[in-house]
């Protein structure tokens, strides 16, 4: 959540001539509605359904593939993840992440709480992402970024 997800993986995905899949996007597509309307409407159960069944989709081999900061943390999500795609954490400060998702977001799982509640929603997720291939310092600028991550991608 606001680690920079989308933004550096359409960049990575530009830069490598790459197809680029967002699976948040593909879920909106696919639900005929936003994320936060899906959350309102079918519950977070109901959106993290829809998130896992589309997950093989997204995971298209040559494709660069933002996924959503709670995808991983299911455990066949996660499992299906690791088979087929190489992992990178934007590892990003909280005081970044906080800034670009406060109480005012549209992010559903970020609107109406609390910084402490945010931020341990947050930590309750990092041992998962830990567990990426690799973890890239993503409180740069986005080219920046962008550019250690596509060195990973052509490793």
């Known amino acids: 959540m606001g680690s920079g997800k989308s933004t550096i993986g359409s960049r990575v995905a ?10 948040d996007s593909m ?7 936003t994320v936060r ?5 079918q519950s977070e159960a109901g959106f993290r359904a829809l998130e896992s069944r589309l997950l093989p989709d997204a995971l298209q081999p040559g494709a660069v593939v933002a996924l959503g900061g709670g995808t991983p943390v ?4 996660w499992r299906l993840i690791t088979e ?8 990003v400060r909280f005081e970044t992440i ?20 945010v931020e341990a929603l947050l930590d309750r997720r990092r041992p998962r992402y830990e567990q990426a291939s690799h973890r890239v310092d993503a409180d740069r600028q986005p080219d ?6 596509l060195k990973i991608w052509n490793a």
Do not use: H
């Not at 879920?27 to 509605?33: A, D, L, V």
């Not at 309307?37 to 409407?41: H, N, Q």
């Not at 299911?74 to 999500?77: A, G, H």
């Open 14 to 23: 530009e830069l490598a001539g790459a197809p680029f899949r967002d699976l």
């Open 27 to 33: 879920i909106e597509s696919e639900g005929g509605m």
């Open 37 to 41: 309307e899906i959350f309102a409407t």
């Open 74 to 77: 299911d455990e066949s999500n």
């Open 84 to 91: 087929r795609a190489i992992t990178v954490y934007l590892e």
């Open 98 to 117: 906080w800034k670009r998702v406060g109480p005012a977001s549209n992010r559903p799982l970020a609107t109406g709480r609390s910084r402490s509640e």
């Open 144 to 149: 920046a970024i962008a550019d250690e991550v």
